[in-house]
């Protein structure tokens, strides 16, 4: 059985820090290299061959955003993931905007998700109230 390395980029002022599990962190201008880059330091620290194990790279996140844990970016449709590696959002905002989203695109109950909604809405409205006081 192959072993398979997440690979979690995160944005920063000068490209992306690449975040590999259990192993550390290197750094690529552009994403495109981040699997090339990955391969060449998981084989040089682990001293194997780059062909014995497989990478994975998860989708890219801004170095200011907040995601749940709860919250597994590969298992999202594109639009969503989207929302949540959006900077300078808070989580129940986000939270609200995918909640717009999905009862605009008819992807779930129109009740539950009015319901999600106006909770997600209640609680931005409680931290703004919070804020401005």
């Known amino acids: 059985m192959t072993t398979t390395y997440t690979v979690r980029p ?10 590999i599990e259990g192993l550390g962190v290197t750094q690529v201008d552009d994403l495109s290299e981040a699997e ?5 330091f998981i084989a040089l620290d682990l001293e194997v061959p780059e062909d014995s194990f ?11 955003v907040e995601i ?3 919250v597994d970016l590969r298992d999202l ?3 969503e993931r989207h ?3 959006t900077p300078d959002m808070s989580v129940a905002e986000r ?3 995918i909640a717009i989203m999905r009862v605009v695109r008819q992807d779930t109950d129109f009740e539950d998700s009015a319901e999600r909604l106006w ?3 209640n609680d931005v409205r409680q931290k703004q109230h919070r804020s401005a006081g």
């Open 77 to 79: 449709a594109a639009w």
């Open 83 to 85: 929302i949540w590696v």
């Open 68 to 70: 749940p844990a709860s």
């Open 10 to 19: 995160k944005r920063w002022d000068h490209g992306y820090e690449l975040h």
């Open 36 to 40: 090339e880059t990955a391969r060449d």
């Open 54 to 64: 497989s990478v994975e790279i998860a989708p890219a996140v801004h170095e200011h």
């Open 119 to 121: 909770l997600a809405l």
């Open 95 to 97: 939270e609200t905007m």
